[in-house]
């Protein structure tokens, strides 16, 4: 059962030392620009600093769930290789905003896409499971069968 989650696993335990990560930028940026707690408010380079931080815990939640769903019903190995590519977007979306406000857009863009490709993956693991399950149905066998009649009839590939 391990090996079955060991790679999804190691993503998310990246993901929590990331998130520690940027937690610590906001103390170090708190310290360097003079603001107290609870205060959220002050320079620039601070409150890019702290929204970065916000932002990336926002949606963190939402990444971990879809990152299990995804890696425990359609593949685990694709839905790590997903995850990293997410946390390196995040990093850079962090790294851009702390630097403008600007910055943070294509990172933003490029963890969006990655996020939306392992929602897909999960809700086709979750259809092919249900369909398994329920209508004794393999989509992956029918997928598999349906291309390996169409290389036959195109010749091959």
Request: glycine share 10%.
């Amino acid at each position: 059962m391990l090996d079955q989650v060991v790679l999804i696993a190691g993503v998310t335990v990246l993901g929590v030392l990331e998130q520690a990560y940027f937690s610590l930028q906001v103390i170090y940026a708190r310290r360097k620009y003079s603001v107290s707690p609870p205060s959220t408010s002050g320079p620039p380079e601070f409150e890019r600093v702290f929204r970065a931080q916000a932002n990336c815990s926002e949606y963190f939640p939402i990444f971990i769930i879809i990152l299990w769903v995804s890696g425990l019903f359609f593949s685990q190995g694709l839905s790590a290789l997903c995850g990293l590519l997410y946390l390196y977007g995040r990093y850079q979306y962090f790294r851009g905003y702390a630097k403008s406000a600007h910055g943070r857009l294509a990172p933003l863009y490029f963890s969006a896409k990655v996020l939306w490709v392992l929602i897909g993956l999960s809700a086709l693991g979750i259809l092919g499971s249900m369909c398994r399950f329920y209508l004794d149905l393999d989509l992956k066998q029918l997928a598999s069968s349906v291309l390996d009649l169409t290389e036959e009839e195109g010749g091959g590939l």
